[in-house]
């Protein structure tokens, strides 16, 4: 007979939830990689209530942590004190401590001395950089100690290539190996002969992806369970995703030109991460930068045409999400389309007023329009009132699009979600895309086992 884990009144978890905790339950470390909106902080509130945690660290991004609170108060089954740290302010002693990522530094004195029961690590691909000071920090040797259990939660794992699963792997489990011996085996490594010698990982580089068959099956065998919408929840909607192309004013043709003919040439003739060293490279010498001043210049034209094109669909969706980049993109936004109420979340908005805005757009039918830019409204919200999501401005990395799509996408959801891309034909945010559908077909390979397309 299968277990049904208890739940305070009026909540349950779904069953491939339960099948999420009952996974957890048998590890001292375990990847919870669930596509987004498919509920995985609920699945560690349910691992904190079956191990009776009283000693909990919930380590996320910053835009999550009230958010957070919000689920541990709502389903706990035991009375737990919920404390969030801020800043340099005093460290929260309280059963549950909330921090986010950029501030682990200012509390390892105290992180350290604490036995944790739980430690959970939302969007952990904020870790992928084993290099980075903030990897160090919370995975590192001069980490967080003392954790009965740990979990990881992301539904995008592998934002770009596998060695962004090391830092995640390694510490936990070392059959993975060292960096080197990762490298050599699932990420195509190569190996720069001035500088590179021995067994240091100096000198090599880690591009590629190989192997990705074996990798899928040990991930899932030692430390990985992702379920896909389409696989637990047969009543969501699939994502129907369209490529809108307009044609762009001549200042926008002459702008880009010179920029368009450098990464057409190549991704033509060379190999995709090798354009990707070849763009890390040329932003040394200015070119990088003018890529990104002519980016942003491109999604400034695009306003006009944007707020006439926003105003046909507002004649058929009752209310839309969009996503850019650029503060002055969302501000002309704004501007051309003041006669529709909306709500605007950006990295200026304060964390303490999003909830109120995002329930507004949920609840307000006279609130029709979600501005965001994706770094801070990509992630953590849900935004199911809408079914139609515009991207205005691209992302080099597909899984910053998934995360910010499926605020949309997720439980709640009746509709299909169409999601659209509005680019200027033959610009950079059209030559994107091409490589925003390379990288999706590595992931998924990786991640979700399923052969990418050749």
């Not at 690590?121 to 259990?149: A, T």
């Not at 991704?267 to 040394?284: C, I, Q, Y």
């Not at 979600?370 to 899984?399: C, H, I, Q, R």
């Amino acid at each position: 007979m299968t277990q049904h884990y208890p739940t305070p009144p009026g909540l349950k978890y779904l069953p491939y939830q339960e099948d999420g905790i009952r996974y957890a339950m048998k590890r001292d470390v375990t990847l919870i990689a669930d596509e987004m909106g498919l509920g995985k902080t609920v699945q560690a509130i349910g691992v904190i209530n079956e191990t009776k945690a009283t000693k909990v660290l919930i380590i996320c991004p910053a835009s999550l942590k009230d958010n957070w609170a919000r689920e541990v108060d709502r389903w706990a089954m035991m009375p737990l004190s919920i404390g969030i740290a801020y800043g340099p302010k005093r460290f929260p002693r309280r059963d549950v401590v909330i921090i986010n990522y950029d501030i682990v530094n200012k509390f390892l004195g105290h992180l350290k001395r604490i036995h944790w029961d739980v430690q959970i690590l939302d969007e952990c691909h904020y870790l992928k950089n084993w290099q980075s000071r903030r990897s160090k920090h919370v995975l590192g040797d001069g980490g967080i100690p003392f954790v009965k259990k740990k979990l990881m939660l992301t539904g995008t794992p592998l934002m770009n290539r596998p060695v962004e699963l090391w830092p995640l792997l390694f510490p936990h489990d070392q059959r993975w190996g060292d960096l080197l011996e990762f490298g050599k085996r699932y990420c195509g490594a190569s190996r720069n002969a001035s500088f590179a010698s021995g067994r240091s990982a100096v000198g090599w580089q880690f591009m590629g992806a190989t192997r990705l068959d074996e990798l899928n099956r040990l991930l899932v065998e030692r430390l990985m369970i992702r379920r896909l919408k389409k696989d637990v929840l047969k009543d969501l909607p699939d994502k129907i995703r369209q490529v809108i192309q307009i044609e762009p004013p001549d200042h926008v043709v002459a702008a880009e030109k010179d920029v368009k003919e450098f990464l057409d040439g190549h991704m033509r003739n060379h190999p995709f991460e090798e354009t990707v060293k070849a763009m890390s490279t040329v932003s040394l010498n200015g070119i990088g930068e003018h890529i990104s001043r002519i980016r942003r210049e491109t999604a400034v034209a695009k306003i006009p045409d944007a707020v006439k094109f926003l105003k046909g669909i507002l004649e058929e969706q009752a209310k839309i999400v969009v996503f850019a980049w650029h503060l002055d993109v969302i501000a002309g936004l704004e501007a051309g389309l003041s006669d529709y109420g909306s709500v605007t979340i950006t990295g200026k908005t304060p964390v303490k007023d999003r909830g109120g805005l995002v329930e507004k757009f949920q609840t307000d039918p006279d609130t029709r329009l979600f501005f965001g830019n994706m770094k801070a409204a990509g992630v953590g919200l849900t935004l199911t009132a809408s079914s139609y999501v515009l991207f205005l401005e691209e992302d080099w990395v597909p899984a910053n699009l998934s995360q910010a799509e499926d605020r949309c996408h997720r439980i709640g959801q009746k509709d299909s979600v169409l999601v659209q891309h509005l680019v200027y034909r033959g610009s950079i945010d059209a030559v994107m895309l091409k490589s925003v559908l390379r990288k999706q077909k590595i992931a998924d390979q990786a991640i979700d086992g399923v052969a990418a397309e050749q």
